[in-house]
């Protein structure tokens, strides 16, 4: 992995825990607290390959279908992790963020999440973004519906002077530059309505591991795959060497 082009914004749906699991013989939990260390890992490696945004796909919209049961144990793990993984967070420099429809959380897992939100603002070595109960047709729909309701209340006076970049502005994610890298594990090739608008031109990197067995490794691989690539943003390649 060259020290050069590294992708400065990392997105990483994190497949594959339940069926991890069930190849042990496992409870589908097992696979998800294995999923924990495997986020660890993660982060170690992108702060030390200089990547400066890491989102992760922790939980969607869809996943609250799940059994109850299951869910349930989701979301201590994930109180869990924000308790246990704090005072790390704040010796590498890691800030913390999040998107999604926050609302849908338990007040436990809320409160512990914007705590640790606040607590992190101030780091600035890599930045972590947690998506959590989110969709992006979600996310999408919301950002039409404000921008309506700006254009009929005057805030916003000129159609035709919205763009891309206005609309991007009403997401979750405003103020956070599009992935350069999308990473998924399990084998399986979707994005599963993560992040549509933002993934317009990014790289994408399909791993057929679960997530439970990602190591370091498999960051700088994805990432030195990355910058074999030729980005050319709907250009030729005489164009981008003009």
């Avoid at 590294?6 to 991890?20: F, K, L, T």
């Avoid at 939990?29 to 982060?43: I, M, Q, T």
């Avoid at 891309?164 to 090739?189: K, M």
Wanted: aromatic content about 8%; some cysteine.
């Amino acid at each position: 992995m060259s020290r050069e082009n590294i992708p400065e914004h990392v997105a990483i749906i994190m497949d594959g825990n339940g069926r991890w699991a069930k190849q042990r013989g496992l409870e589908r939990w097992e696979g998800h607290k294995e999923g924990v260390e495997a986020v660890r890992r993660v982060l170690e490696a992108a702060g030390n390959a200089g990547v400066k945004y890491l989102t992760l796909y922790a939980f969607s919209i869809e996943n609250w279908n799940r059994p109850k049961e299951e869910v349930d144990v989701l979301m201590g793990l994930m109180v869990d992790a924000i308790v246990a993984e704090t005072d790390n967070l704040m010796k590498e420099g890691i800030q913390v963020r999040a998107i999604g429809n926050l609302t849908d959380l338990p007040d436990k897992v809320r409160q512990k999440l914007n705590g640790l939100i606040e607590q992190t603002a101030s780091n600035h070595h890599l930045t972590v973004v947690l998506a959590l109960s989110y969709g992006a047709r979600w996310e999408i729909l919301n950002a039409a519906k404000q921008l309506a309701k700006d254009c009929q209340t005057g805030k916003v006076k000129d159609v035709e002077a919205i763009t891309g970049d206005v609309f991007s502005d009403y997401l979750t994610t405003a103020g956070i530059p599009d992935p350069d890298l999308l990473i998924r594990t399990s084998g399986e090739c979707r994005l599963s309505n993560f992040l549509l608008w933002q993934l317009a031109y990014t790289e994408l990197y399909f791993l057929d591991k679960f997530w439970p067995d990602f190591e370091k490794e498999d960051l700088y691989l994805a990432i030195r795959n990355f910058q074999k690539r030729e980005r050319r943003f709907g250009m030729t390649g005489e164009q981008l060497k003009k």
